[in-house]
């Protein structure tokens, strides 16, 4: 059912026929009937009705043409203004939805424009100064107050956030890392576990570099390191009568020592390592290292030792030659 024929079913009443007939007397007794006989001279063109002719206000104009009502033809009945009023329950019922749909949309409407109004922003009175919700002074101002409110909004935000740092203390300044599902990571576990693996990482770099020198080598860095630990107990002047200094002197070898034939030479049969040594002659090489005692004699290699010395000794030739010359010229 639509809003007009609710409205006219509700509110619009159809005219009895005891006040139409009264109206219908009145119109009879009334007015001005105008025949052909006029004296204005109206309709005097014959039967042919005028369309454009002028129309006076309540008067009644009649032709030739028109034709009288019989006496016994009866008055047509009245028929009803609007819709009928319900008869059944089913109308009433769907009248009461559509009623209830009005008032639903009404009401609906009226909540919208409330939301609407709470979204503004919000006028707060303090002391007698209109400020927003956003803290912001209402109406017309200066540049000097709109800098002097964001300075003092500014400030106002700077002692919330010390106050909230005051209040969480020492977690405040540390940041929380989580991982893809958002569990939280410790820190200093990882750096713990970080700095174990890089320890872990540089020990197995030198056991590599350990076990790629010889054993030689191992025992003298050892040996160095035995010194150095000596040396931080040690005096820093040495003097003559220092044993340790004295006898680590005399067991030094000079090839320009001119006593040196007087002294009763060592007798090598091992080395450093504890391994017995080759006791005849060898070719010589850079290292001065004695072959093993397992040694047969034979040279089995390429030459470069031989030919590493020749090179050196002919430079050395060279150079005396070259000093020599100079010094003749």
């Known amino acids: 059912m639509s809003l007009t024929d609710y409205l006219a079913k509700k509110y619009l009443t159809a005219d009895s026929d005891k006040k139409s007939k009264k109206r219908k007397r009145k119109n009879k007794e009334g007015g001005l009937k105008i025949d052909d006989d006029d004296i204005s001279g109206w309709n005097k063109g014959g039967d042919d009705d005028d369309d454009d002719a002028p129309t006076i ?10 034709k009288k009502k019989p006496k016994d033809v009866a008055t047509p009945a009245w028929r009803t203004v609007g819709v009928a009023p319900p008869t059944t329950a089913q109308q009433i019922a769907a009248d009461a939805a559509a009623a209830d749909a009005i008032i639903a949309g009404t009401v609906a409407d009226r909540k919208q424009a409330a939301d609407e109004e709470d979204e503004a922003p919000e006028m707060v009175d303090t002391e007698g100064v209109l400020k927003l919700s956003s803290g912001a002074v209402a109406g017309l101002q200066t540049g000097a107050q709109v800098a ?6 500014e400030d106002e935000e700077r002692r919330q956030a010390e106050q909230v740092a005051k209040d969480m203390g020492a977690n405040a300044n540390e940041t929380i890392y989580r991982d893809a599902s958002g569990r939280i990571i410790n820190v200093a ?3 713990a576990e970080a700095r174990k693996k890089a320890e872990e990482l540089e020990r197995v770099k030198l056991e590599k570099e350990k076990a790629a020198r010889g054993d030689v080598q191992n025992i003298e860095a050892a040996k160095r390191r035995e010194q150095l630990q000596d040396a931080k107990g040690m005096n820093i002047a040495r003097y003559a009568d220092d044993e340790e200094l004295n006898d680590e002197q005399k067991g030094q070898g000079r090839w320009n020592d001119p006593a040196a034939g007087f002294l009763r030479k060592k007798k090598v049969g091992r080395s450093i390592t504890g391994k017995p040594l080759y006791q005849g002659g060898f070719q010589p090489n850079r290292y001065g290292i004695r072959p093993g005692h397992r040694w047969d004699g034979v040279d089995r290699g390429n030459g470069f030792e031989t030919q590493w010395h020749k090179s050196r000794n002919r430079k050395a030739d060279n150079e005396k030659m070259e000093y020599a010359w100079q010094m003749d010229e």
């Open 57 to 66: 206000a309540g008067m009644t104009l009649s032709s030739k043409k028109a």
């Open 148 to 153: 002097a409110a964001m300075k003092e909004k």
């Open 189 to 191: 576990m990882k750096r």
